[in-house]
């Protein structure tokens, strides 16, 4: 037959089917959108339409007072570049039609004297009324509006005696300004990673099931890992691709640096990666059709880990069993390594102990791999 | 379970012993107790209709799955032991096409040449007659080839390694009549070569082109022989019968005093009949006479395989 | 005594010069590529018409077309009596179809894939009753009623989706390979159910590739390359190429195809 020795055949086969998987990929037009188009179309979309930046709110005043403070005041408020005077009006009773009709966010009442009452009676009532249904952003604006407010009293009254009182000062580490895409680059890569990996391996290894061609390849001298390996490799390499697509999106079109080292952002990426792998792998071990292994990573594991990963939701305000769960999702990990190291900027001290817990992750899901890998049909 | 079979460079290159093979929780018996040899570089049937159980007999003696009950070896070696050295050395050919559609001819051969630790040339001049069919489609994809095309590309790879053993799953399922005849030419050309081959095909005519074949229907064994003994051993002298209308023919003789059953072979039926004598001829005629049919030919009828395929059907074996 | 599954027209035979089937050059291209070239057929009522041909000479295009499943490039057909672009539904009424791909729902059981079957054909449930019960008593499956259908053998299976597809007493019944990979015995039952449709007055357009099967055909067609190479009886055309076998005059048909790699 051959007198190849052993390693060469490895390395022969193993170039011969990473080369096969590479054609499948890149002639596969429904990945390769899929692939590439989505880390775009996420930090596209996530960047400049659904930002949760307070910009340009739409706000409406009711200016009962109609007096020069109040004006003033109107005038700071629609001066601000988070807020848009959508009107201004004296009826209150267009407070709650405006607002159903979604115009505005938030609207802001003067009662009757309110300049009198500042100055005079040391202490003036406004009323702020803002749409709860977004609780973050009505929060967001509530501070604006009260930070705005507090500035203005301030402006009006310097020379005004006031009793000694703390007067907190709010400064939003990393992210003075509240932008929002600081908050999601991390948690788009880390999904974007998750989705790549553990779904389009899991898919192209059931694949070969479905088609029949793995029964071939069973029998032959082609060991089962390699064709694990194999497929593995495409994905790594286009993952790759993908991570430094986000990151020079996020560099030179969000504006926002990677404060730390680009080489532990980029190795510890691609821990990441393989561990996503392992999952895919894993998956298609235990599925038998496509349109299962793309169940199992889409609703079994994607949906999930991306709502526990943090990037969504604060994992403190979830009850403990989900704070529990949320422990083995791999991404809960790589979204604190990523924000630490590209938005805080900390270095390998501040993450190891993360990076420990996806490497046990790894190994862990390898091991069950290879146990369950079947080299027979049945 | 577990003796050692002969060694490697025995008469046999497959044998298998009293395989079973059940799926399901009510295990419903897909293989049962089947039991053959297969001689160095024959070409071997496995002949049946589907659910007969050749494909999980194809399984089990390529590896792929685990016998139920009995044993089996291939070249000598175990199918549950010596799995490793079976899979290193015999070609398949599943069913299925199974090789990838969206690559092209030759990228599939190169692949599968690798996979095996060979190249397209160490081996070439087994596939050639093969390969020269294809090699003007050589850049097209697997996936748009004729059927035709396709069975021929897949026996390529998989005699790619040079095989000691053959595994060639329903070759023929699907293709035209004419390519079949043509990958049948191929499979002689290769029994030259000394490779072993092992077929299984629902066809019966294609049952004529092996050396021996195995008659197979619901997992069990009909009967092993050549198929020309096979065939003369039909204990009943067959009468080939015409007429105008073939329905009519057939119905009519079915129940008619010394036949014992009446099947339509194309341009004739098969008139299996007690005895063949004149009586019974001028009997068949008349009958057909009064039917009013015409262009009635009665003449004697060599037994084919089928012929032998059906009897085993009425006579209990009912699938 | 034999339960009939449909009524027989004793007046109409396959010598009845009512035509099912009635092609005019009827042509099928995808961009550049000519599937169907120009095809010219009639089919009569109640004959058994067999069409045959190498995997991609054309012959499932030309049936699709033929069922109002594709709407042809260029030439003209009128199929049980109605035209092939305008009147595909009053077409599709009036066929039946059955594959060797696709038959019946593997997860339902005899009686449900019948009242299934049937009701897409507008059949009302007296007659979806009597209908069914003849069905079970004609090929003796009393037993298995209750059965999935998808727990039953080939040969049976496809016995039963020939008898759910002529159920509604279509014109024509469309067979695509029909047959593939049935044991020896249940084929032939498979014809005689066939033989019973043709005698009440059911068109048979069957496509198969057993050349034995050619030979049951009232008349049959190769196709070779998109068009129609032969048509004619069995015998005439065994006369014509001075062979013996139908296997003859395939190969020295569809041996000349160029297109042998599509």
């Known amino acids: 037959m051959n007198n190849t020795s052993g390693f060469s055949v490895v390395r022969n086969q193993l170039f011969s089917f990473v080369r096969k998987e590479f054609y499948h990929v890149l002639r596969d037009k429904k990945v390769l959108l899929i692939l590439f188009g989505m880390p775009i179309v996420q930090v596209l979309l996530f960047g400049f339409v659904l930002s949760n930046e307070v910009k340009d709110t739409r706000i409406i005043v009711i200016d009962v007072a109609r007096d020069e403070a109040s004006r003033q005041l109107i005038t700071k408020l629609g001066a601000s570049r988070y807020f848009q005077i959508d009107h201004i009006s004296t009826n209150e009773s267009e407070i709650e039609p405006t607002f159903r009709k979604g115009k505005i966010k938030a609207a802001i009442v003067f009662p009757v004297n309110f300049q009198q009452e500042l100055q005079h009676g040391n202490q003036a009532q406004i009323q702020i009324v803002t749409d709860g249904t977004d609780v973050n952003a009505a929060n967001t604006i509530n501070g604006y509006i009260m930070s705005i407010i507090q500035d203005f009293s301030l402006e009006s009254n310097p020379l005004q005696k006031m009793p000694y009182r703390i007067v907190p000062e709010v400064r939003m580490l990393y992210n003075p300004q509240l932008l929002g895409a600081p908050n999601f680059v991390p948690g788009v890569m880390a999904m974007v990673l998750m989705l790549v990996c553990v779904m389009m391996t899991a898919v192209a290894i059931v694949k070969e099931k479905e088609m029949g061609t793995m029964e071939v390849l069973l029998v032959s001298p082609m060991?089962?890992?390699?064709?694990?390996?194999?497929?593995?490799?495409p994905y790594l390499l286009l993952s790759f691709v993908n991570l430094s697509i986000i990151i020079l999106l996020s560099v030179y079109v969000l504006d926002v640096p990677v404060k730390g080292s680009v080489l532990l952002l980029m190795s510890l990426s691609t821990l990441f990666i393989i561990t996503c792998l392992s999952l895919g792998i894993l998956i298609s071990i235990q599925t038998d059709s496509q349109q299962a292994a793309m169940f199992a990573s889409l609703i079994g594991m994607l949906l999930p880990t991306i709502m526990l990963s943090g990037f969504m939701f604060p994992i403190e305000n979830m009850p403990w069993p989900l704070q529990l769960i949320s422990n083995i999702a791999p991404?809960?990990?790589?979204?604190?390594?990523?924000?630490?190291?590209?938005?805080?900027?900390?270095?390998?001290?501040?993450?190891?102990?993360?990076?420990?817990?996806?490497?046990?992750?790894?190994?862990?899901?390898?091991?069950?791999?290879m146990k369950k890998f079947k080299i027979r049909l049945a | 379970m577990g003796t050692s079979f002969s060694i490697p460079n025995s008469q046999f290159s497959i044998q298998a012993n009293s395989l079973t093979k059940w799926y399901g929780k009510e295990k419903a018996v897909a293989?049962?107790?089947?039991?053959?040899?297969?001689?160095?570089?024959?070409?071997?049937?496995?002949?049946g209709p589907d659910g007969a159980g050749k494909t999980s007999i194809f399984r089990m003696l390529t590896t792929l799955l685990l016998p139920d009950g009995g044993s089996a070896s291939v070249s000598g070696f175990d199918v549950v032991k010596d799995y490793k050295q079976i899979r290193n050395t015999v070609g398949y050919m599943p069913g299925k096409f199974s090789l990838y559609p969206d690559l092209s001819v030759e990228e599939n051969l190169h692949f599968f040449a690798t996979v095996f630790n060979t190249t397209i040339e160490t081996n070439y001049h087994l596939i050639k007659d093969i390969y020269v069919q294809i090699e003007p489609f050589k850049t097209r994809r697997a996936g748009k080839l004729s059927g035709g095309m396709k069975q021929k590309l897949a026996l390529c790879c998989a005699l790619i390694h040079k095989p000691t053993v053959l595994f060639l799953d329903e070759p023929t399922t699907g293709v035209d009549p004419v390519s079949r005849k043509e990958f049948w030419e191929m499979l002689?050309?290769?029994?030259?070569?000394?490779?072993?081959?092992?077929?299984?095909?629902?066809?019966?005519?294609?049952?004529?082109?092996?050396?021996?074949?195995?008659?197979?229907?619901s997992g069990k064994v009909l009967t092993i022989n050549s198929p020309a003994t096979i065939s003369a051993s039909f204990p009943h002298p067959i009468l080939k019968v015409k007429a105008n209308k073939m329905s009519t023919v057939i119905k009519s003789l079915a129940s008619l005093q010394g036949v014992i059953s009446c099947h339509g072979f194309g341009e004739y039926a098969h008139v299996v009949v007690e005895k063949e004598n004149d009586k019974i001829i001028d009997s068949i005629k008349e009958h057909l006479v009064a039917q009013k049919l015409q262009?009635?030919?009665?003449?004697?009828?060599?037994?084919?395989?089928?012929?032998?395929?059906?009897?085993?059907?009425?006579?209990g074996i009912s699938q | 005594m034999k339960t009939y599954l449909f009524h027989f027209h004793e007046m109409e035979s396959a010598n009845s010069n009512i035509l099912s089937i009635q092609t005019e050059k009827l042509t099928k291209r995808f961009g550049d590529f000519t599937a169907v070239?120009?095809?010219?057929?009639?089919?009569?009522?109640?004959?058994?018409?067999?069409?045959?041909?190498?995997?991609?000479?054309?012959?499932?295009?030309?049936?699709?077309?033929?069922?109002?499943?594709?709407?042809?490039?260029?030439?003209k057909a009128v199929i049980a009596g109605y035209d092939v672009y305008k009147g595909t539904e009053q077409i599709k009424k009036r066929i039946g179809y059955m594959s060797q791909k696709f038959s019946l729902y593997e997860d339902l059981t005899i009686l449900e894939n019948v009242s299934f079957f049937g009701g897409i054909y507008g059949m009302s449930s007296a007659q979806l009753k009597s209908k069914s019960e003849a069905l079970i008593t004609q090929l003796g499956l009393e037993n298995e009623t209750k059965k999935l259908v998808g727990s039953l053998p080939l040969g049976w299976k496809q016995k039963l989706a020939f008898s759910v597809a002529v159920l509604h007493q279509p014109e024509i019944v469309f067979l695509d390979e029909p047959t593939g990979g049935v044991d020896p015995v249940t084929r032939r039952q498979f014809w005689d159910l066939i033989y019973d449709a043709s005698d009440a007055g059911i068109t048979v357009f069957v496509t198969t590739h057993y050349l034995d099967e050619a030979e049951y055909c009232n008349r049959i067609s190769i196709m070779v390359d998109g068009s129609i190479a032969a048509l004619d009886t069995p015998s005439n055309l065994k006369k014509k190429f001075s062979t013996e076998s139908m296997d003859d005059v395939f190969y020295e048909l569809a041996r000349g195809a160029k297109r042998s790699g599509d």
Not at chain 2, 298 to 315: A, L
Not at chain 3, 66 to 74: E, K
């Open chain 2, 295 to 315: 262009g009635i030919e009665v003449q004697k009828s060599e037994p084919t395989i089928e012929d032998v395929f059906i009897s085993f059907s009425r006579n």
């Open chain 3, 37 to 75: 070239n120009a095809i010219t057929l009639d089919v009569k009522k109640g004959e058994i018409f067999g069409f045959l041909g190498a995997n991609g000479a054309g012959k499932t295009t030309a049936m699709r077309m033929l069922c109002g499943l594709s709407t042809p490039t260029a030439g």
């Open chain 2, 188 to 217: 002689k050309r290769l029994k030259k070569e000394g490779i072993t081959i092992l077929v299984a095909t629902p066809y019966m005519d294609e049952a004529n082109l092996c050396d021996r074949i195995a008659l197979l229907q």
């Open chain 2, 31 to 47: 293989v049962n107790e089947v039991s053959f040899k297969v001689e160095n570089g024959e070409i071997f049937g496995l002949i």
């Open chain 1, 331 to 369: 991404s809960r990990w790589y979204y604190i390594i990523v924000k630490d190291v590209m938005i805080k900027g900390a270095d390998f001290s501040s993450v190891w102990k993360e990076t420990l817990i996806l490497i046990t992750m790894t190994i862990a899901l390898l091991a069950i791999s």
């Open chain 1, 223 to 233: 060991r089962p890992l390699l064709v694990i390996i194999s497929k593995a490799v």
